[in-house]
């Protein structure tokens, strides 16, 4: 396994397993993939009210989570934790990515950071934008 | 800085797999998971989001262990995207020294955490050492 690979869980998700696998008795694990590349996957889509952001994320530590909004950049902050009674010696399967992830994408459309909205459920985490007011013309009045 | 303004793109596309093309209506991926052993117990995480409680369903027969999740899709697509929520299908083998009666399963943010314990003839029990 290349440790360094991006990390896209539609590659491990899409692999379909139907054969039965053995709880333990695996041969020693590979290292554990890290969150490196872009992590997490994000959805978008875009409605009269603004924008939606959906980020892939399951399982990650409530408080570390930390979103940002400057212009038209959204910047999502988080860490997956081990378990506290996982020791490292004793696992027969890892093919979760742990570790702290940040990621920042641009909208294309200017924000208002004071707008945002986040929920985070069922692994989910969803980010509600606002666009900023559009600037308003202003009239410049001419000296004589 | 990754932008995302440019229209939708089938680049981050995964090609379906054998499975998917058949059951194409109704994908399902293997969740990604964990499994380490503790004194007593076993405990398997597996990664599931997009699943609810009432969407879950965790089996243990005989010498099998089944984790089935279930997803709403959004009725609309979105404008860009890098995932497709899929239902989750993952099976094991329990071995016999394990008690399925005692299983116990949590689902906390798309997070399934499954606790299979040990039997008690198998648990750490203190051993007499004999000298000769």
Redesign the interface.
Known sequence: MNGQAMW???????????D??????EAVPAARWSLTG?YP??????DDKGITL?A?????D?PSLDISVVGD?VTIRGERKA?L???EE????????LGTFT??????EQLDPDRTQAT?????LRVQLARAPEAAPKKIPIQS | MATMTTTPTTTTAQPPTRRQTAERAMPTVAPPVDIFETDKAYVLLADMPGVRPDGLDVLAERDELVIRGRVERPAIAPAYQEFELADYHRAFTLTEDLDTAGITAALKDGLLRVEIPKSPRVQPKKIPVRTE
């Open positions: 896209n869980p539609w590659r491990e998700m899409q692999r379909l397993q139907r039965m696998e053995h709880v333990f008795g872009e996957p994000l959805n978008l889509t875009r959906e892939l994320c399951p399982g990650v409530r950049a378990e009674d996982a020791a004793r696992y027969s399967r890892r093919e979760r990515p990621r920042t994408v641009g909208v294309g985070y459920s069922n692994g989910i």
